[in-house]
């Protein structure tokens, strides 16, 4: 049974318009949350990340939003650009987890110009 | 400057040969683990380590080993017993604690030919 789901494989958008990322889970010991971002053949780098006593973090232009009573999360780009077509991976953790991350299954980005 | 190696970027096998994969960090990190991607597929866990001469079993375990002699370095070997070995597979790291997330290396293609 997966506990993290980003029930969107893919995602198009133009170029300039908002990016949204879903991600759901059903774990709610989950207390801090993470988005990375991944190019083909390269490893996962760090995006942003949000505390689970926070229901908002933005660093430029990313958002992340926490909704906890609803075991769910998203990542705003605003306004895309090209280079952020990437595959973007929510990944979740818990205190008792120590620093062990449980991923979810990705959404692939495509921004057009 | 600190980070997360793996060698070789691409790495081809022939059926029925066991190989190893390379991965150090100089970051200092307690905790490596071992992930594989397939095309269109989110990050599956293979192995984990949380301390030198200690390491768990994590999703997909069968027909892989690993060690953990070193701080630093986390080698994995694809035995001739998986089935389907041809994969992205990422090494990664991360310090004690649930809130820094992990750090990865750039992969290595494995392809069984």
């Known amino acids: 049974d997966q506990q993290v789901k980003q029930n969107s494989p893919s995602l198009s958008v133009q170029e300039g318009r908002i990016s949204i990322l879903n991600c759901d889970y059903t774990n709610s010991m989950f207390d801090y949350f993470l988005w990375y971002k991944k190019y083909p053949a390269e490893g996962p780098t760090f995006l942003i990340s949000i505390s689970s006593i926070k229901d908002k973090n933005e660093d430029g232009r990313f958002t992340v939003f926490l909704n906890k009573s609803a075991k769910h999360l998203s990542l705003h780009i605003v306004p895309s650009q090209p280079g952020d077509s990437a595959v973007y991976f929510c990944a979740l953790t818990s205190t008792s987890a120590g620093n062990m991350l449980t991923f979810g299954g990705g959404t692939r980005l495509m921004v057009k110009p | 400057d600190g980070g997360i190696t793996q060698s070789p970027k691409y790495l081809f096998r022939k059926e029925g040969q066991n190989v190893t994969l390379s991965c150090e960090q100089n970051l200092n990190h307690d905790a490596m683990y071992w992930y594989r991607q397939d095309p269109g597929q989110g990050l599956r866990l293979i192995y984990y380590?949380?301390?030198?001469?200690?390491?768990q079993k994590g999703d997909i375990a069968e027909g892989y080993s690993v060690s953990r002699e070193k701080k630093e370095s986390f080698p994995l070997t694809v035995t001739s017993a998986q089935k389907n070995p041809t994969a992205f597979y990422l090494c990664?790291?991360?310090?004690?604690?649930?809130?820094?997330?992990?750090?990865f290396g750039s992969g290595t293609r494995l392809t069984v030919v």
């Open positions: 380590s949380q301390i030198v001469n200690d390491f």
């Open positions: 990664a790291s991360s310090p004690q604690g649930a809130t820094y997330g992990y750090t």
